[in-house]
Nanobody, 122 residues
Framework: QVQLVESGGGLVQPGGSLRLSCVASGLTLDYYAIGWFRQAPGKEREGALCISKSSGNTYYADSVKGRFTVSRDNAKNTVYLQMNSLKPEDTAVYYC???????????????WGRGTQVTVSS
């Protein structure tokens, strides 16, 4: 059974940083493109960024470019989302997802975690 579990969310002040983790079981993350998505209350889901299989390329939404980065630890079957210079508008539930091909479109993804809440507020 495939499971993706996000962790690392919480409350952070504007300008601060958080690192989210996405741990997989039932699949080897390095064989998949991994997307990070977010959804704020009352808003549509947004693709924040995506790292391709074997970390060949990374794709960023304009809203996070220059502030968010993604990395893999294949030994731990984990993907990390490093978020810096956080803004109140980054407040959302963050989800990781896995798929065969790289995409910032959530409908393209086959496997999803349950999400972790990130709140940016003073």
């Amino acid at each position: 059974q495939v499971q993706l579990v996000e962790s690392g969310g919480g409350l952070v002040q504007p300008g601060g940083s958080l690192r989210l983790s996405c741990v997989a079981s039932g699949l080897t993350l390095d064989y998949y493109a991994i997307g990070w998505f977010r959804q704020a209350p009352g808003k549509e889901r947004e693709g924040a960024l995506c790292i391709s299989k074997s970390s060949g390329n990374t794709y960023y939404a304009d809203s996070v470019k220059g502030r968010f980065t993604v990395s893999r630890d294949n030994a731990k079957n984990t993907v990390y989302l490093q978020m810096n210079s956080l803004k109140p508008e980054d407040t959302a539930v963050y989800y990781c997802a896995a798929n065969w091909a790289s995409s910032l479109e959530g409908d393209d993804y086959a496997y999803w975690g349950r999400g972790t809440q990130v709140t940016v507020s003073s």
